[in-house]
Nanobody, 126 residues
């Protein structure tokens, strides 16, 4: 059974940093790639960043390129999202999701995930 558990959200001042973690159940990273998605109140869900577990290829939304970094630790079954230079527009619930590998290869972070975590709230405010 695929389980994804996010952690690391919280309140941070503009210009600050946070690192989100996504802990996946055993074998999940053997079968799926992982993406981080976010949804702010009243806005559509956005694919923030995705990673190919096998070769480490990464995808970023234009809005976070150069500020966010996605990485994976296969031994720990964990994917991270390092978020720097945060601004109020980054405020959202961030979700970790499992994405079919072939779908990610074709569509990048536009791919529809198969499984979702419950999300972690990131609030950027002074």
């Amino acid at each position: 059974q695929v389980q994804l558990v996010e952690s690391g959200g919280g309140l941070v001042q503009p210009g600050g940093s946070l690192r989100l973690s996504c802990a996946a159940s055993a074998f999940t990273l053997d079968i799926f790639d992982i993406g981080w998605f976010r949804q702010a109140p009243g806005k559509e869900r956005e694919g923030v960043s995705c990673i190919s577990i096998s070769d480490g290829s990464t995808y970023y939304a234009d809005s976070v390129e150069g500020r966010f970094t996605i990485s994976r630790d296969k031994a720990k079954n964990t994917v991270y999202l390092q978020m720097n230079s945060l601004n109020p527009a980054d405020t959202a619930v961030y979700y970790c999701a499992a994405v079919d590998k072939l779908r990610l290869l074709r569509l990048g972070c536009e791919a529809e995930p198969d499984y979702w975590g419950k999300g972690t709230l990131v609030t950027v405010s002074s």
